[in-house]
């Protein structure tokens, strides 16, 4: 009997351990969870070796990669049966995402390649800027659209301001916490993924 519960993973991609991004994403993944039947798990790239593709071609015979890393994580936590939302938060460097990002939606096209497991996935982006305008909206859409790649479903933040996905300040003074604007994107983007989810799933 396959179970009625649908995982959302949130990966966060900032070097740096339990810092901006990681609240921020926690905050995104808590408020998915006020939807019914909806459970999550936050995947923290910090402190994982995830190198870059060498587009080998190996992830062409199979699930597997060619890189012996933390990507195997990756891998077996997509494979779980009840993941159905995919939420990735990242800090601004630069104006785009981080090194770590780019590495770990580059390195997916392992699930392109076996079966196109990602598709019909929905997926959330969320960005976090030391400035209030420092690139984050440019951020979110390089990341959609490496998941538009994955034939996924992305979705916005949601209404009352339905933009690419939730863009937050941690320079503002008072921190993450302060940024009420940037908090509430997080939290309707956590609820649209789930909603979405869930509306899916029952078409």
Not at 35 to 64: F, N, S, W, Y
Request: aromatic residues 6%.
């Amino acid at each position: 009997m396959v179970s009625d519960t649908k995982t959302i993973i949130g990966v966060c991609c900032s070097p740096r351990p339990r810092k901006t991004t990681y609240e921020a994403v926690s905050a995104c993944l808590a408020a998915a969870e006020e939807i019914d039947g909806v459970t999550t798990r936050l995947i923290e790239l910090a402190g994982k070796t995830i190198g870059p593709c060498l587009a080998c071609g190996i992830c062409q015979e199979g699930l597997i990669c060619g890189i012996d890393d933390d990507f195997g994580e990756i891998i077996e936590a997509f494979g779980d049966p009840t993941f159905a939302g995919l939420i990735v938060g990242t800090p601004v460097y630069f104006g785009m995402m981080t090194a770590q990002c780019k590495a770990f939606l580059d390195r997916c096209v392992v699930f392109r390649r076996n079966g196109w497991m990602l598709r019909d996935k929905v997926a959330g982006v969320l960005a976090v800027g030391r400035v209030r305008n420092g690139g984050q909206e440019q951020t979110i859409q390089a990341v959609r659209a490496a998941m538009l790649c994955q034939d996924m479903i992305c979705v916005s933040d949601g209404q009352p301001t339905a933009h690419f996905g939730a863009t937050l300040w941690s320079g503002i003074e008072g921190g993450l916490a302060a940024d009420k604007v940037g908090l509430e994107t997080t939290r309707n983007l956590g609820h649209r993924v789930a909603e979405m989810t869930k509306r899916i799933i029952m078409l």
